[in-house]
């Protein structure tokens, strides 16, 4: 294994590690040497991820939490003192948002969507990187979204808001925290194809095609896109990089595009009712 890359013995915690990002993440942080703590509402999920971890010979912890609750997350990291006694990465990755037109959204629901995309992101970013302080060196990397940069509409207001603060999250976190040893970096993955995004698809067959209009690279993101990133930054091979906004997006930012303004939404209806 190229030493650049070499991850044995460290221990990487990564949320969301059921299914999509999140086992991606896993599975090449484990090929590369780590140990990881899996962390998902969905243990099933979770233990699946585990037993792929356990036969490349890695150790794992699985934590069947709710990201949304610093209490929970404070009682993980507990677990995560006892099983490892350190943490050299967090690949900070589950949440929910919710799709609702600005003038529909109840603030119950924005509330919720920031206290999971937000509050939760940063409790999980605050334990990791106390411990990662402790030992003067550590790796943080978040997911954020186009919608951390750019206007998606569609309904993804409540999205969107949590996303841009994840952003500023991190700028922030890499400012208070790199010359500490603590490197945060955000990587914003255009549609990555997963369960609910393969929902949404199905009920609207026109959906696929207007994402890949503003993807150059002509496809949707896949899981294992993210594998080679959360390598290189979970790695000493990225060790002078922080505070960076990554695109994983096929070039959509590039290209400036992927929203959805609301004449075309009416001009999509008005075909569908034409259609019929």
């Given at each position: 294994?190229?030493?650049?890359?070499?991850?044995?013995?460290?221990?990487?915690?990564?949320?969301?590690?059921?299914?999509?990002?999140?086992?991606?993440?896993?599975?090449?942080?484990?090929?590369?040497?780590?140990?990881?703590?899996?962390?998902?509402?969905?243990?099933?999920?979770?233990?699946?991820?585990?037993?792929?971890?356990?036969?490349?010979?890695?150790?794992?912890?699985?934590?069947?939490?709710?990201?949304?609750?610093?209490?929970?997350?404070?009682?993980?990291?507990?677990?995560?003192?006892?099983?490892?006694?350190?943490?050299?990465?967090?690949?900070?990755?589950?949440?929910?948002?919710?799709?609702?037109?600005?003038?529909?959204?109840?603030i119950a629901d924005l509330?919720?969507?920031?206290?999971?995309?937000?509050?939760?992101?940063?409790?999980?970013?605050?334990?990791?990187?106390?411990?990662?302080?402790?030992?003067?060196?550590?790796?943080?990397?978040?997911?954020?979204?186009?919608?951390?940069?750019?206007?998606?509409?569609?309904?993804?207001?409540?999205?969107?808001?949590?996303?841009?603060?994840?952003?500023?999250?991190?700028?922030?976190?890499?400012?208070?925290?790199?010359?500490?040893?603590?490197?945060?970096?955000?990587?914003?993955?255009?549609?990555?194809?997963?369960?609910?995004?393969?929902?949404?698809?199905?009920?609207?067959?026109?959906?696929?095609?207007?994402?890949?209009?503003?993807?150059?690279?002509?496809?949707?993101?896949?899981?294992?896109?993210?594998?080679?990133?959360?390598?290189?930054?979970?790695?000493?091979?990225?060790?002078?990089?922080?505070?960076?906004?990554?695109?994983?997006?096929?070039?959509?930012?590039?290209?400036?595009?992927?929203?959805?303004p609301g004449h075309e939404?009416?001009?999509?209806?008005?075909?569908?009712?034409?259609?019929?």
């Amino acid at each position: 294994m190229n030493k650049m890359f070499d991850l044995t013995e460290r221990v990487a915690v990564v949320s969301g590690a059921a299914q999509g990002l999140g086992r991606a993440t896993a599975l090449a942080l484990a090929q590369h040497g780590a140990h990881t703590v899996l962390v998902d509402r969905n243990r099933e999920g979770a233990e699946s991820t585990a037993a792929e971890v356990h036969s490349l010979g890695r150790e794992t912890l699985v934590a069947n939490i709710d990201v949304s609750n610093p209490d929970s997350i404070a009682e993980l990291f507990r677990q995560v003192d006892a099983r490892f006694g350190r943490v050299d990465f967090l690949g900070n990755i589950a949440g929910d948002g919710h799709l609702a037109k600005p003038e529909d959204l109840t603030i119950a629901d924005l509330h919720r969507v920031l206290q999971n995309l937000v509050v939760g992101r940063f409790a999980m970013c605050q334990e990791a990187g106390r411990r990662m302080l402790a030992h003067g060196r550590g790796s943080i990397m978040n997911i954020g979204s186009l919608a951390s940069s750019t206007a998606l509409g569609r309904g993804h207001i409540a999205y969107s808001m949590a996303m841009g603060a994840v952003i500023q999250m991190t700028r922030e976190l890499s400012t208070e925290w790199s010359f500490r040893g603590v490197r945060v970096n955000c990587v914003t993955p255009a549609q990555v194809v997963n369960p609910s995004l393969e929902a949404r698809m199905a009920a609207d067959p026109t959906l696929e095609g207007r994402f890949l209009h503003g993807i150059p690279a002509g496809r949707l993101g896949q899981p294992n896109d993210i594998m080679g990133l959360a390598v290189f930054l979970a790695s000493d091979s990225s060790q002078w990089i922080t505070g960076a906004i990554i695109p994983m997006d096929g070039g959509n930012m590039a290209m400036n595009a992927g929203g959805t303004p609301g004449h075309e939404q009416r001009a999509i209806q008005s075909f569908r009712a034409e259609s019929k």
